[in-house]
C-alpha cells in the first residue's frame, strides 16, 4: 500500500517562528504536493514538486518555502509563522503521468493541524 | 485561484437515496478526479476521468464529464451512512496533469 506520512498530526507553534512540516512518500512517486486546507476554502495548492529540487508555485505560496532534496521527502517551511497560517496542512504524491503509468491518483497522508499563536 | 467549484456546497439525504455532486472548471484539463475525505482525515481518490471520456462507473459511483460546459458530475447511488464525508473534485492540470487544484468540496450528509 501507498503510504504518505507527515511528520506530526498536530503542531503549536509561536508567532514568528520557523516551521517545518515533513512528508514522505514509500512509493516512488515523482510528483508531492503541498495543501492547506481552510474551512468553506476547500484545499488550496501552496507548493508542486515534479521531481527531486524541482518546484512550482501554487496559488498561495506567499509566507511559504519547500525543499525536496531526496525523492522520497517534501518538506514545507514557513519563514516566519503568523497567525494567519493556522490551518490544515495536507501533504500529498503521485506518479509522472507517461505512456506507461495511465493512474496519476494522488494519495493524501493524515494532514497536520498547526495552531500558531 | 480555485479551478473546480462543486455544487451544492452541502447536500443532505436519507439512506437509499441517491446522491449528486456537480464540478464546474474553468480552464482546459488533461483528466478529473474526485476524491472522498472523512472529518478530519486525509482524502482519498475516488475515481478518474479522462478529458477523452464522457462517463466512468466503479461500484455505486458514476462520474460523467462534459467538457464542452466545463463540468462533471458524481452520482452516488442507494447512499448509505458511511457515504457521509465531504466530497472533492480536482482537475489535473499542465503537460503531464500531475498538479492537481481542488475545488471547495460538497458536506454529504446521508442520516440512516
Known amino acids: 500500500d501507498v503510504k504518505v506520512t507527515q511528520s506530526s498530526r498536530y503542531l503549536v507553534k509561536r508567532t514568528g517562528e520557523k516551521v517545518f512540516l515533513e512528508c514522505v512518500q514509500d512509493?516512488?512517486?515523482?510528483?508531492m504536493f503541498w495543501y492547506r486546507q481552510d474551512p468553506g476554502l476547500g484545499l488550496r495548492l501552496i507548493y508542486f514538486s515534479y521531481d527531486v529540487k524541482m518546484k512550482e508555485k501554487g496559488d498561495i505560496p506567499e509566507g511559504y518555502s519547500v525543499s525536496r532534496e531526496k525523492k522520497e521527502r517534501f518538506s514545507l517551511i514557513l519563514e516566519s509563522a503568523s497567525t494567519n497560517q493556522t490551518s490544515m496542512y495536507l501533504c500529498?504524491?503521485?506518479?509522472?503521468?507517461?505512456?506507461?503509468?495511465?493512474?496519476?491518483?494522488?494519495?493524501f497522508g493524515q494532514g497536520t493541524r498547526l495552531t500558531v499563536v | 485561484s480555485q479551478q473546480g467549484e462543486e455544487d451544492p456546497q452541502a447536500l443532505s439525504i436519507q439512506e437509499g437515496e441517491n446522491a449528486t455532486m456537480n464540478c464546474s472548471y474553468k480552464t482546459s484539463i488533461n483528466n478529473l478526479q474526485w476524491y472522498r475525505q472523512n472529518s478530519g482525515r486525509g482524502l482519498v481518490h475516488l475515481i478518474l476521468i479522462r478529458s477523452n471520456e464522457r462517463e466512468k462507473h466503479s461500484g455505486r459511483l458514476r462520474v460523467t464529464l462534459d467538457t464542452s460546459k466545463k463540468s462533471s458530475s458524481l452520482l452516488i447511488t442507494a447512499s448509505r451512512a458511511a457515504d457521509t464525508a465531504s466530497y472533492f473534485c480536482?482537475?489535473?492540470?499542465?503537460?503531464?496533469?500531475?498538479?492537481?487544484?481542488f475545488g471547495q468540496g460538497t458536506e454529504l450528509s446521508v442520516k440512516p
Open positions: 500529498a504524491s503521485s506518479l509522472k503521468k507517461t505512456l506507461i503509468t495511465r493512474n496519476t491518483e494522488a494519495f
Open positions: 512509493m516512488d512517486h515523482e510528483n
Open positions: 480536482a482537475t489535473g492540470k499542465g503537460f503531464q496533469g500531475g498538479k492537481l487544484i
